[in-house]
DNA sequence: CAGCCGTCATACATATATGTATGGTAAGCG
DNA sequence: CGCTTACCATACATATATGTATGACGGCTG
């Protein structure tokens, strides 16, 4: 139990030294010097017993051994950086950052009217938004509250369910003029189907296998959520979309919105221990209660659906 | 993206005072002297603008702050332990520490052959086991290898099905000699049944509601997951074990076999960053064959069992 | 191929952090 | 009530780490 006091200082220069690619550079980064980066290293080097770099006039070049170290090491510059983000504010709950992650399409599309209240009440918290489907950032402390469309399975993870999101398959009015409106799943066989290039993450988790929807089936493909939404408004093709961010362009259209139609759970969460920060837990109740808003307009939008034959408008 | 240098000392010294209560304490702890910690706890405090700590004859009590900055210095504390871990074989795959959690009854009961025969092939390397039912110790890198009895669903983790470990209901031969063998589920209302006391976790997953099963209708109650099976070898009544623990007791009889019997999913997993670590993929990978002929075990124990009348030994 | 830029290593001066010693205060105990 | 003990704060000496200056090596480019 009791740690003979490995320095965390050295810790810091080697995660630089890692991220820079040279002590020189490292050293500019840290603020500090190329001969305190270059001893830093040694002394840990001598620590542990290990060579970490091997030294050339172009740079240190990490061994095996460094890059086994390297995740730990970054794992320590994330819980510094929490600490400075919970430290910023620790005087006054009023004051300080909050970091956030949440999907791309979350973060773009559904969050900045939330925030902008949220920024509104809170002029003295800065509110940073990271965009990532990654879940791991939250545990990683790279974040302090995120929004997913999946249940956190993580029991040290404070979660609260927003509610289900309706998500539907829409196309851009004049495409379906061009190209016509499909009436059963058949008819999909000849448009253009906008869908995922490689990464199928965001498709987990729906029964999309009944509908025979891979890779190959796709007419536009793309990573980009947000590159996928753009070439759905742009009239590329048909896509999936929350209804409720549909709803908001007259020019969208529900396709099969009958044959076609499932949910993506809203969750809200955040560590566990940090319950008793003020300032995230306003945060985090203000994000519930507009997040919460967002999914009933979602579910109105689904129910109030125009006649498939056209839109209301 | 350029952090200024906060000092990853003084989190360090913050999380000594925490946990020692004294700047004195703390000093000793980490091998300095007390007017060091107390200007390091007096650099943290100017840095971000807080008073951290009440200053007292006594001792330094930490305000609400301090309270929370806590967690993030204890993270960084286990990705240090972490590192060091890692580090202590860096040079030498052969050598250094691995540091597995377990809950208790695996711990005690499953895996020290296990370990015993990977020792033996690897001398240098030091095994370090830390039985808990938390999961959150291997996110926040407490433990390198975790085995669990559900299934770890995190994205951040390499985790492997072990299979399926079969557990039954059993009693020691004399408690069913005295107070009668159950031949129904209606029997067991006179019986003593030895359950959880307040913590239902190692329950939850498990189809019990059919069974009426909670606190109350337990005569032996104790959170203790080793209580608990020492309580059923000891005869004080009906409990719950995995089959291939039971089966090596010959006095364990098993109870309603027919009619109370289900199944948990072991699972091993480790941190996907940890990939390349040869010490650790050892370790895992030896647990995995391990804990692979322990269920297989488990399978042929359920398949082999006596007639419910009495036991065959 | 010469000049320029980047890198790391070394030597020396300096600034910084740490250790030692001491004094003051409050709590526990016989 | 006085003794002991543990605690923190301060002043001073020392050790340690850092910065500055310089040299050597290798790649790049005209």
Request: aromatic share 6%; hydrophobic share 45%.
């Amino acid at each position: 139990m009791v740690s003979e006091a490995p320095d965390w200082q050295l810790y810091r220069a080697f995660r630089a030294v890692m991220r820079e690619g040279s002590l020189s550079a490292a050293a500019r980064a840290l603020r500090l010097t190329q001969p305190t980066l270059g001893r830093q290293i040694a002394a840990l080097e001598r620590q542990i017993g290990a060579v970490l770099f091997t030294r050339s006039p172009q740079g240190l070049a990490p061994t095996p051994a460094a890059e086994t170290l390297l995740p730990h090491a970054e794992a320590m510059a994330a819980a510094a950086e929490a600490f400075q983000r919970a430290a910023s504010g620790a005087a006054d709950a009023s004051k300080g950052t909050v970091r956030i992650t949440a999907s791309e399409i979350v973060s773009a599309e559904v969050l900045p009217p939330i925030l902008a209240a949220f920024q509104d009440s809170h002029r003295g918290i800065a509110i940073e938004l990271a965009p990532s489907n990654r879940i791991e950032d939250l545990l990683r402390r790279d974040a302090d509250i995120a929004v997913r469309m999946t249940r956190p399975a993580q029991e040290a993870l404070l979660a609260r369910r927003i509610g289900a999101v309706p998500i539907g398959m829409y196309a851009r009015r004049d495409y379906l003029a061009r190209r016509g409106t499909p009436r059963s799943l058949a008819d999909l066989a000849g448009h253009a189907i906008i869908g995922f290039d490689r990464d199928d993450s965001s498709w987990r988790g729906i029964e999309v296998a009944r509908f025979r929807v891979s890779r190959e089936s796709f007419a536009f493909r793309s990573d980009g959520d947000l590159v996928q939404l753009a070439a759905l408004r742009a009239g590329l093709g048909i896509g999936g979309c929350q209804t409720a961010i549909a709803g908001r362009d007259p020019d969208l259209v529900p396709v099969l919105a009958d044959e076609i139609r499932f949910e993506l759970e809203m969750w809200l969460a955040m560590h566990e221990d940090q319950r008793a920060d003020a300032r995230l837990r306003l945060a985090f109740d203000h994000l519930a209660a507009g997040l919460a808003r967002y999914v009933a307009a979602g579910a109105e939008a689904r129910q109030a659906r125009p006649a498939r034959k056209g839109p209301v408008s």
